[in-house]
C-alpha cells in the first residue's frame, strides 16, 4: 500500500476523539498485524493505515462499527501474524476436468470492501 493512495483515499475527519483511543485500537490490531511487522521489527516503514489516521484523517480501509461494538473501527487490510495463509490471496483453482476458456491473469483481484453499505436515513424508502 502506497501512503499518498491511502492518503487520497482516506476521510477528511480524525478517526480517534484522543490520542489514547488511537493508541488501544493500535494494540488491539496493528501489534498483530502481518501488514505492520516491519515498523515493529524496525525493517521498514509498516502499514500507512496508522499514519493517515496520525494525521487526523480516516483511512477509507477502516469500517466504523456499531456503537454497541468494543473497537470504533474494522480494518479490512487486517491479517494476524499467526494466520498461516499466504501475504495476499491465491485464485480458486479451476475444477479437475474442466476446460477453461480464458486466463484468469489480470481478472482476479483480493476482495476487499471499502465503505459501508448499509443505507443511511437519507437513502431509506418510506
Not at 476523539?17 to 501489534?31: F, G, H, K
Not at 477509507?60 to 499466504?86: I, K, N, T
Not at 485464485?91 to 443511511?120: H, K
Request: proline share 13%; glycine share 6%; charged share 30%.
Amino acid at each position: 500500500m502506497n501512503l499518498n493512495v491511502v492518503m487520497a483515499r482516506s476521510i477528511d475527519e480524525p478517526a480517534f476523539s484522543t490520542s489514547d483511543d488511537m493508541v488501544n485500537w493500535q494494540e488491539r490490531w496493528c501489534n498483530r498485524c502481518v501488514r505492520d511487522v516491519e515498523l515493529r521489527d524496525g525493517t521498514g516503514p509498516g502499514c500507512p493505515l496508522p499514519l493517515v489516521a496520525f494525521q487526523d484523517r480516516t483511512p477509507a480501509e477502516w469500517l466504523r462499527q456499531p456503537d454497541d461494538s468494543p473497537d470504533e473501527y474494522h480494518c479490512v487490510m487486517f491479517r494476524d501474524e499467526r494466520d498461516p495463509g499466504p501475504s495476499e490471496p491465491r485464485p480458486i483453482p479451476d475444477p479437475p476436468g474442466q476446460g477453461v476458456l480464458f486466463g484468469r491473469d489480470g481478472w482476479e483481484r483480493p476482495c476487499r470492501m471499502f465503505a459501508d453499505t448499509r443505507p443511511t436515513s437519507a437513502e431509506v424508502a418510506s
